[in-house]
């Protein structure tokens, strides 16, 4: 094992080579930071931060002093000719975010990418992520996930998204606001059908909440909350093994369609059969047609 990489040896102590220094952060609990990050932030000429008053608690829980500047979606643009100016003075710079690893949704990878295109020494350190705790936690599927970020605000923006994630034979994993949560669970349960699925909150914090269930389960269960606060990670299972046929299926439509409409019987047939509404609905149109 070589525990001198990116190290320039000599005159002592081995010193961190200059460049860019991928640093995850602790995504609540202060102790989930490795040694390895505490040393290369002690080195650091420059930390690039989202707010430099959340990673200023940070450093000063390990009195740390290194010199902050923000660096986010805001001010990114204007800040990375001047970080890369800095970069090619040999100096170190660590770019960190609010909690967790920096680039999953944040706007650090145009840091990266233009650094790496420049020839700076660039390199990331292993930490803490609340997509890989979510998912360790969830006990749902980890031999194959996929992250896909935030969902959009809007209601039908949020379906059209989700929707492209149906066929896709992974674990999937989601950001979400606590404003939207409900919403959010409510959209992939029509969009998705019947999975299981947990919702994470506040991860490695004191009131950390995981609640394991089905989507069915979980957006019944969230009507109800009160306004909830902190990170929220949502994570869906893999599409189940499909165990309903498509003759079952016409005939639970069929049925529904002698009494109600193609929008009332394809959602009473989607919950019952633990089916994504959507194509539900799809084939509700297709059978209605038939008929005329």
């Not at 990673?55 to 986010?72: K, V, W």
């Not at 947990?198 to 089905?214: C, D, G, H, N």
């Not at 990170?231 to 369609?257: C, F, H, Y």
Request: aromatic content about 6%.
């Amino acid at each position: 094992m070589n525990l001198n990489y990116g190290l320039k040896i000599g005159g002592g102590e081995a010193q961190p080579l200059g460049g860019l220094y991928i640093v995850p952060t602790p995504i609540g609990n202060l102790r989930d930071i490795t040694l390895r990050a505490i040393d290369i932030l002690a080195s650091a000429n420059i930390v690039a931060c989202e707010d430099t008053r959340i990673t200023g608690r940070l450093l000063d829980a390990y009195n740390l002093r290194p010199r902050m500047i923000a660096y986010h979606e805001h001010n990114a643009q204007r800040q990375r000719p001047r970080i890369l100016d800095i970069l090619a003075t040999g100096k170190i710079v660590c770019l960190v975010c609010d909690s967790g690893t920096p680039l999953i949704s944040d706007p650090g990878y145009k840091l990266v990418q233009a650094a790496t295109q420049a020839g700076f020494y660039v390199t990331a350190l292993p930490g803490a992520s609340a997509v890989l705790t979510g998912i360790l936690a969830s006990g749902l599927p980890t031999n194959r996930f996929l992250f896909a970020g935030f969902p959009p605000p809007r209601a039908n923006a949020r379906r059209r998204f989700l929707t492209e994630f149906v066929s896709c034979p992974a674990s999937l994993i989601f950001f979400e606001s606590p404003k939207r949560l409900t919403a959010s669970i409510e959209d992939m349960w029509n969009v998705f059908g019947e999975r299981p699925a947990a919702v994470a909150r506040e991860l490695t914090k004191r009131f950390e909440e995981i609640e394991r269930s089905t989507l069915s389960s979980l957006a019944k269960n969230f009507r109800g909350k009160s306004a909830l606060r902190g990170e929220i990670v949502v994570i869906i299972g893999p599409p189940l093994p499909k165990i309903v046929t498509d003759i079952q299926v016409d005939r639970a439509l069929n049925a529904k369609l002698k009494k109600t409409g193609v929008k009332e019987a394809s959602s009473a047939v989607s919950k019952a059969l633990g089916l994504p509404r959507r194509s539900v609905y799809q084939r509700a149109l297709e059978l209605k047609n038939k008929k005329r």
